[in-house]
């Protein structure tokens, strides 16, 4: 008694110490004592329950000395029960009341959580109000820790045997419910998890209201996977009709996935009705909510795995063939399944998602890839289903892509080989020909580019789509360069359709079919004719949605015949599909000398800004991958020749840097006018990652969007309109555009101004902007260890910058910038090669500051 005395003296004394730190740990001591008492408590109240039964026992039997033994121990116990009784809740009142309202909120949480473990000893005692109370008023703690505690705390008190019912936990949850269904909803989603734990728990003692049901419901769209992981759960138990969840809570094996028809052949498929009409009911025809469904439920519900019954649900002409809106929610239900699984797969996360996610990929190949066609033609009639199929057809046929060569471990080797390959392309052919979505074309596109790789029967129905189209549009070319009769479908209006499915095609197989003096000469004769109107004042024959979707088109098929033109034996698997002729290719460096030269007319004098940038997104991947292309070549060759003369170059002469330069200071002016809080830009593209869209592409969509939403979405010039962009679209547009330089390794790039204009975006007061000089920094950096010339030429981009900055604002910017490079440089940490580089350079600066000087 003395000792334990002594102890709570101390710790409640020093819990009350000015220092956190000692506080703290004090608090901390003594919610330990606390919890001890409580568990020697618990201790002696089994013993005297124990007891009690001996003693009834021994009175039966007549055993009076045994009898006499137990009434006396039994008395002792309790006498000592009841004392620790007292002891514990006089400490731990003496200790709640001050700390659970302490500044510090770890002290706060600390408090909360002691109370979650002792009432895990004993929840009949922590359920009375003296105890409660605290809790209740650490529900609107401001520390979201503290709230998850009290709450975690809250959920272990009605943990406890839902078929029990004392008047205590009835009379707790009327109190905490409304709190706790808020608390859902929190700003911090652990301490939402946790509150949705609650009303789990809740619901299981039907004490939970309908209006309350709603609210919970609601949270299985929360983007936050924890959120929507535990409202899941609570729907699971709570309003499907059965548990949907039947993962063992260990996992399975590496690589296993639960046998299909596991718990009756009809359970997988009653149990994705039960998820397609919740679909139904509460996402309010908003399909796209499936993605969010999905994620709550993966690796977590067996059904999701089922693809031999999503197979005959998806496809007509079954026995439970599904149709209308039923069909439509399935459709998205399954592609976001294989998006998800190629998510996990794309991610190189954890080896155990990622063979988990093969192997529901294989068993989705097993069954849908043979009958795609079936499952297309069951969605065309839909454009919201034929969206996602396409997705899904993407997906799959990218899988069975990867899988290639993988025999019997995959068992996806040969499912598109032969006639089934060749009724997948007419099937894709089909649709690429009738859906007006162009999300829709590029998912299909990219099918068409897997699939080709999958069966070679594919390739004469994919370049018989290629002619199709192109002969299209090579009937359109005159009737846009002409006068022309009034039609039905203005020529402009028509060419942008066809050009539009071109171009996306484009990135899957050569659409010129090789013929560059008469298709890309084409093109840029009608580019050449937009460039002269504009120098000229004059109305162009097509509008700008036109002319950049032109642009697009033209340089995705340059950059496939430089491929095979550059490297013409063995072919690089990029362009193995297209139709090669070795004389038109011969013409391609003319072609893209040709593109440099119109693409300079229009960065100088095209009225519309979309347009410039387009011109600037076409040039510079071109030079990109030319240099791309020779050095891969150099590479595959290995043979240490320099046929540096022999091959064909494209360079960035004077004037096409200086237009570049130009337009890239006016991106770049445009976005540091955006003010830094505003629009900000994440997600800046990798150079060279396939988990990453390209800056290339990325920077076409955005300025196809931007085209659309100023009402330009015609082919036709119409009026010279002011082009609004949002300052959001200004920030991406300008960071995609320096990682467009940035990933150009051009030589004549590198050599040229735009280096230097991104690094100078390290004075930006926009850390997206900044984010894009310090790449091209890191990767300038990088690539100076390797050789001599590479340093030297590192610090030469360095000092253009300053000197730029020097120029155009004075002497304390260009210091600031100076300071800011070399910081991220490092210059402390050179080696011997930089650090000569480094001298070399400032000599080099001093030298031209004194020639200066002297002029």
Request: net charge negative.
């Given at each position: 008694?003395?000792?334990?005395?002594?102890?709570?003296?101390?710790?409640?004394?020093?819990?009350?110490?000015?220092?956190?730190?000692?506080?703290?740990?004090?608090?901390?001591?003594?919610?330990?004592?606390?919890?001890?008492?409580?568990?020697?408590?618990?201790?002696?109240?089994?013993?005297?329950?124990?007891?009690?039964?001996?003693?009834?026992?021994?009175?039966?039997?007549?055993?009076?000395?045994?009898?006499?033994?137990?009434?006396?121990?039994?008395?002792?116990?309790?006498?000592?029960?009841?004392?620790?009784?007292?002891?514990?809740?006089?400490?731990?009142?003496?200790?709640?009341?001050?700390?659970?309202?302490?500044?510090?909120?770890?002290?706060?949480?600390?408090?909360?959580?002691?109370?979650?473990?002792?009432?895990?000893?004993?929840?009949?005692?922590?359920?009375?109000?003296?105890?409660?109370?605290?809790?209740?008023?650490?529900?609107?703690?401001?520390?979201?820790?503290?709230?998850?505690?009290?709450?975690?705390?809250?959920?272990?008190?009605?943990?406890?045997?839902?078929?029990?019912?004392?008047?205590?936990?009835?009379?707790?949850?009327?109190?905490?419910?409304?709190?706790?269904?808020?608390?859902?909803?929190?700003?911090?989603?652990?301490?939402?998890?946790?509150?949705?734990?609650?009303?789990?728990?809740?619901?299981?003692?039907?004490?939970?209201?309908?209006?309350?049901?709603?609210?919970?419901?609601?949270?299985?769209?929360?983007?936050?996977?924890?959120?929507?992981?535990?409202?899941?759960?609570?729907?699971?138990?709570?309003?499907?009709?059965?548990?949907?969840?039947?993962?063992?809570?260990?996992?399975?094996?590496?690589?296993?996935?639960?046998?299909?028809?596991?718990?009756?052949?009809?359970?997988?498929?009653?149990?994705?009705?039960?998820?397609?009409?919740?679909?139904?009911?509460?996402?309010?025809?908003?399909?796209?909510?499936?993605?969010?469904?999905?994620?709550?439920?993966?690796?977590?519900?067996?059904?999701?795995?089922?693809?031999?019954?999503?197979?005959?649900?998806?496809?007509?002409?079954?026995?439970?063939?599904?149709?209308?809106?039923?069909?439509?929610?399935?459709?998205?239900?399954?592609?976001?399944?294989?998006?998800?699984?190629?998510?996990?797969?794309?991610?190189?996360?954890?080896?155990?998602?990622?063979?988990?996610?093969?192997?529901?990929?294989?068993?989705?190949?097993?069954?849908?890839?043979?009958?795609?066609?079936?499952?297309?033609?069951?969605?065309?009639?839909?454009?919201?289903?034929?969206?996602?199929?396409?997705?899904?057809?993407?997906?799959?046929?990218?899988?069975?892509?990867?899988?290639?060569?993988?025999?019997?471990?995959?068992?996806?080797?040969?499912?598109?080989?032969?006639?089934?390959?060749?009724?997948?392309?007419?099937?894709?052919?089909?649709?690429?020909?009738?859906?007006?979505?162009?999300?829709?074309?590029e998912y299909i596109a990219e099918a068409i580019a897997y699939l080709l790789d999958l069966s070679e029967r594919a390739r004469p129905v994919v370049l018989d789509l290629a002619s199709t189209l192109h002969n299209r549009m090579m009937k359109l070319v005159p009737m846009l360069s002409a006068d022309t009769e009034p039609a039905d479908v203005p020529p402009a209006d028509a060419m942008l359709a066809v050009a539009t499915r071109l171009r996306i095609l484009a990135k899957a197989?050569?659409?010129?079919?090789?013929?560059?003096?008469?298709?890309?000469?084409?093109?840029?004769?009608?580019?050449?004719?937009?460039?002269?109107?504009?120098?000229?004042?004059?109305?162009?024959?097509?509008?700008?949605?036109?002319?950049?979707?032109?642009?697009?088109?033209?340089?995705?098929?340059?950059?496939?015949?430089?491929?095979?033109?550059?490297?013409?034996?063995?072919?690089?698997?990029?362009?193995?599909?297209?139709?090669?002729?070795?004389?038109?290719?011969?013409?391609?460096?003319?072609?893209?000398?040709?593109?440099?030269?119109?693409?300079?007319?229009?960065?100088?004098?095209?009225?519309?800004?979309?347009?410039?940038?387009?011109?600037?997104?076409?040039?510079?991947?071109?030079?990109?991958?030319?240099?791309?292309?020779?050095?891969?070549?150099?590479?595959?060759?290995?043979?240490?020749?320099?046929?540096?003369?022999?091959?064909?170059?494209?360079?960035?002469?004077?004037?096409?840097?200086?237009?570049?330069?130009?337009?890239?200071?006016?991106?770049?002016?445009?976005?540091?006018?955006?003010?830094?809080?505003?629009?900000?830009?994440?997600?800046?593209?990798?150079?060279?990652?396939?988990?990453?869209?390209?800056?290339?592409?990325?920077?076409?969509?955005?300025?196809?969007?931007?085209?659309?939403?100023?009402?330009?979405?015609?082919?036709?010039?119409?009026?010279?309109?002011?082009?609004?962009?949002?300052?959001?679209?200004?920030?991406?547009?300008?960071?995609?555009?320096?990682?467009?330089?940035?990933?150009?390794?051009?030589?004549?790039?590198?050599?040229?101004?735009?280096?230097?204009?991104?690094?100078?975006?390290?004075?930006?007061?926009?850390?997206?902007?900044?984010?894009?000089?310090?790449?091209?920094?890191?990767?300038?950096?990088?690539?100076?260890?390797?050789?001599?010339?590479?340093?030297?030429?590192?610090?030469?981009?360095?000092?253009?910058?300053?000197?730029?900055?020097?120029?155009?604002?004075?002497?304390?910017?260009?210091?600031?910038?100076?300071?800011?490079?070399?910081?991220?440089?490092?210059?402390?940490?050179?080696?011997?090669?930089?650090?000569?580089?480094?001298?070399?350079?400032?000599?080099?600066?001093?030298?031209?500051?004194?020639?200066?000087?002297?002029?």
């Amino acid at each position: 008694g003395g000792l334990l005395q002594l102890l709570r003296d101390w710790t409640l004394a020093l819990a009350e110490c000015q220092f956190r730190s000692v506080r703290h740990a004090a608090s901390v001591a003594a919610l330990h004592i606390v919890e001890g008492l409580g568990v020697q408590c618990q201790s002696l109240q089994e013993f005297c329950g124990t007891a009690a039964v001996q003693i009834r026992d021994a009175e039966i039997q007549g055993a009076s000395g045994r009898f006499a033994t137990l009434s006396a121990e039994h008395d002792q116990a309790a006498h000592a029960t009841k004392t620790l009784v007292s002891a514990r809740d006089a400490m731990g009142v003496a200790l709640l009341s001050r700390r659970t309202k302490d500044v510090d909120p770890e002290i706060r949480r600390s408090c909360f959580e002691a109370l979650r473990r002792w009432a895990g000893v004993s929840p009949e005692t922590f359920l009375n109000p003296q105890w409660t109370r605290y809790l209740h008023f650490g529900l609107s703690d401001r520390e979201p820790k503290a709230r998850s505690a009290v709450l975690a705390a809250l959920e272990e008190l009605l943990r406890s045997d839902s078929s029990v019912m004392p008047q205590e936990v009835q009379t707790l949850v009327e109190h905490i419910r409304p709190r706790i269904v808020a608390r859902c909803h929190d700003t911090d989603p652990a301490v939402g998890a946790a509150a949705l734990r609650c009303a789990a728990a809740i619901a299981a003692r039907n004490l939970l209201g309908e209006d309350d049901f709603d609210q919970v419901i609601d949270l299985i769209w929360d983007p936050n996977a924890q959120r929507h992981g535990e409202a899941a759960a609570f729907i699971s138990r709570f309003v499907l009709s059965e548990d949907v969840f039947d993962y063992p809570a260990s996992g399975l094996p590496v690589g296993h996935l639960l046998p299909t028809g596991s718990g009756g052949g009809g359970t997988a498929q009653r149990r994705i009705m039960m998820f397609l009409q919740f679909l139904g009911e509460y996402a309010e025809g908003h399909y796209q909510l499936a993605d969010r469904l999905v994620a709550a439920t993966w690796q977590r519900a067996s059904c999701l795995e089922d693809w031999e019954t999503i197979a005959s649900l998806a496809l007509p002409g079954g026995e439970y063939s599904l149709t209308g809106n039923l069909h439509t929610a399935l459709v998205h239900f399954a592609e976001a399944i294989v998006r998800l699984a190629s998510e996990d797969i794309a991610a190189d996360g954890k080896t155990d998602n990622v063979h988990h996610a093969e192997a529901v990929l294989d068993r989705a190949a097993r069954a849908m890839a043979p009958r795609l066609p079936a499952f297309l033609s069951s969605c065309q009639a839909e454009p919201a289903a034929m969206r996602r199929a396409a997705s899904l057809c993407r997906y799959l046929l990218g899988h069975c892509s990867a899988r290639r060569g993988q025999g019997g471990v995959s068992g996806c080797d040969g499912l598109l080989a032969g006639p089934p390959g060749e009724a997948v392309a007419e099937a894709l052919k089909t649709a690429f020909m009738r859906q007006p979505d162009p999300d829709t074309l590029e998912y299909i596109a990219e099918a068409i580019a897997y699939l080709l790789d999958l069966s070679e029967r594919a390739r004469p129905v994919v370049l018989d789509l290629a002619s199709t189209l192109h002969n299209r549009m090579m009937k359109l070319v005159p009737m846009l360069s002409a006068d022309t009769e009034p039609a039905d479908v203005p020529p402009a209006d028509a060419m942008l359709a066809v050009a539009t499915r071109l171009r996306i095609l484009a990135k899957a197989v050569d659409v010129s079919l090789c013929q560059v003096r008469s298709f890309c000469a084409a093109v840029l004769r009608l580019l050449d004719d937009r460039a002269d109107a504009a120098e000229n004042g004059c109305q162009p024959s097509m509008g700008p949605q036109l002319a950049v979707t032109l642009l697009e088109l033209l340089v995705l098929i340059l950059m496939r015949q430089a491929a095979a033109l550059i490297q013409p034996e063995p072919l690089p698997h990029c362009v193995v599909h297209d139709q090669i002729d070795h004389q038109e290719l011969k013409l391609t460096p003319t072609a893209a000398k040709d593109l440099c030269r119109v693409a300079v007319a229009l960065l100088r004098f095209d009225p519309v800004p979309h347009v410039r940038t387009a011109a600037l997104a076409s040039v510079v991947p071109l030079l990109a991958a030319w240099s791309n292309a020779v050095r891969f070549t150099e590479v595959v060759r290995g043979d240490g020749k320099d046929d540096s003369a022999a091959t064909p170059w494209v360079h960035l002469d004077e004037e096409l840097a200086d237009a570049l330069c130009g337009h890239l200071g006016e991106l770049l002016t445009e976005a540091n006018g955006v003010p830094p809080d505003c629009g900000h830009f994440q997600g800046l593209p990798e150079p060279g990652n396939p988990k990453h869209t390209s800056a290339f592409s990325q920077t076409f969509a955005a300025i196809h969007q931007a085209l659309m939403a100023a009402g330009s979405g015609g082919g036709g010039a119409g009026g010279v309109a002011s082009y609004v962009i949002a300052d959001s679209e200004r920030v991406r547009i300008a960071a995609l555009a320096c990682a467009l330089v940035s990933s150009c390794q051009h030589p004549d790039v590198a050599d040229s101004t735009l280096p230097a204009v991104i690094l100078t975006q390290g004075l930006s007061a926009r850390e997206d902007l900044q984010e894009a000089a310090w790449a091209l920094l890191s990767r300038l950096r990088k690539q100076a260890h390797a050789q001599t010339e590479n340093a030297n030429a590192f610090f030469k981009i360095l000092l253009h910058a300053v000197h730029m900055v020097h120029r155009d604002a004075g002497v304390e910017v260009a210091r600031d910038l100076s300071y800011r490079l070399l910081q991220h440089t490092g210059v402390g940490k050179l080696v011997p090669v930089m650090q000569v580089a480094l001298v070399s350079a400032l000599q080099a600066g001093v030298q031209s500051a004194v020639a200066e000087e002297s002029a």
